[in-house]
């Protein structure tokens, strides 16, 4: 397993070996004892969670506030995504500020966006299909979300060839950086 730092130091790109041949390939997908290392710290994993999007949809940007705060370690095993991570703690010296990794089903790239960033993704393939660990349970009312094109934050997402992308009424409405809840 290699694991990379990003922009943002708490958000993580994990790599893991993958073993292919003729056949396929093999990988070991997770391992608690080379995350909490990687991590520095010990994770504790409460849900797993699925969901497949075609071209252009756009997830996010979605976080939960405390006592629910969620950490979630991504990956794509079908498709193409770009994953975007953005701090959300005031107290931050990165606040606003965000780290995107292209994962598909081919790289086998998880990102570890730990509790206190908000996280989103574009769909870049016909479809992908989006796999991801969270170390709460989802819980509505502690639910936050901020605006994906917002720019005070400036995302650069690859919306090659005019695509527009396909948000949820939530996403469409999810208020600016300035107006958005976030984390002290």
Known sequence: MNIRPTSLPEVLIIEPKVFGDARGFFMESWNQQRFDEAVGHEVRFVQDNHSRSSRGVLRGLHFQLPPHAQGKLVRVTQGRVFDVAVDMRRSSPNFGKWEGVELSGE?????????????????????????????????????????????AIGIEWPL????????????????RLADAASFA
């Open 107 to 151: 790289n086998h790239r998880q990102l570890w966006i730990p509790p206190g960033f908000a996280h989103g993704f574009l769909v870049l393939s016909d479809s992908a299909d989006f796999l991801y660990k969270t170390t709460d349970y989802y819980a509505p009312q502690a639910e936050g979300c901020v605006r994906w094109d917002d720019p």
């Open 160 to 175: 090659q060839d005019g695509l527009v992308p396909q948000l949820a009424g939530k996403d469409a409405a999810a208020p």
